[in-house]
């Protein structure tokens, strides 16, 4: 089977990992994403830091593919905030549907439209970057 989907991750600062994916997924494509994202989970050990996914790009998964990303934070010291940025509502739908239960989330998890959005939502949590360079950072992926 060949791996469909496409994907980068950037620890963008010892406070902020940042994702960003693009097209249709398969299964093979989640698995791998879910090692190099739990790869770089584990490099932030900082006591306060937050997770941006910007899934505006994404053409969602197969159904085999959507297990719960959010057991790769499970375990994980200092996670305070989760935004997933999203284009549609079907991506937030699905997205809703890959969450873990509620009595086994780490940290609030919310949907946002913009990276502007999801940037107000990361100071709301004391979580504070460089809104220019973050929001460059996206738009180059999308430009891609």
């Not at 496409?6 to 097209?23: A, G, H, N, P, Y």
């Amino acid at each position: 089977m060949r791996l469909h989907g496409r994907w980068r991750i950037q620890k963008f600062s010892d406070s902020l990992l940042i994702v960003q994916v693009f097209e249709s997924w398969n299964e093979l494509a989640f698995l791998q994403f879910s090692k190099e994202l739990e790869e770089e989970i584990n490099t932030m050990n900082v006591q306060k830091w937050a997770y941006i996914g910007d899934a505006r790009d994404w053409g969602l998964a197969v159904p085999d593919s959507q297990t719960p990303l959010e057991e790769l934070y499970l375990g994980v010291e200092g996670l305070v905030c989760n935004v997933s940025v999203v284009s549609t509502s079907l991506q937030q739908t699905v997205m809703e549907k890959m969450k873990s239960p509620e009595n086994s989330t780490v940290a609030p998890h919310y949907f946002a439209s913009s990276i502007t959005e999801t940037l107000d939502i990361l100071e709301r949590h004391d979580i504070y970057v460089d809104r220019d360079a973050v929001d460059e950072w996206f738009e180059q992926g999308r430009s891609a």
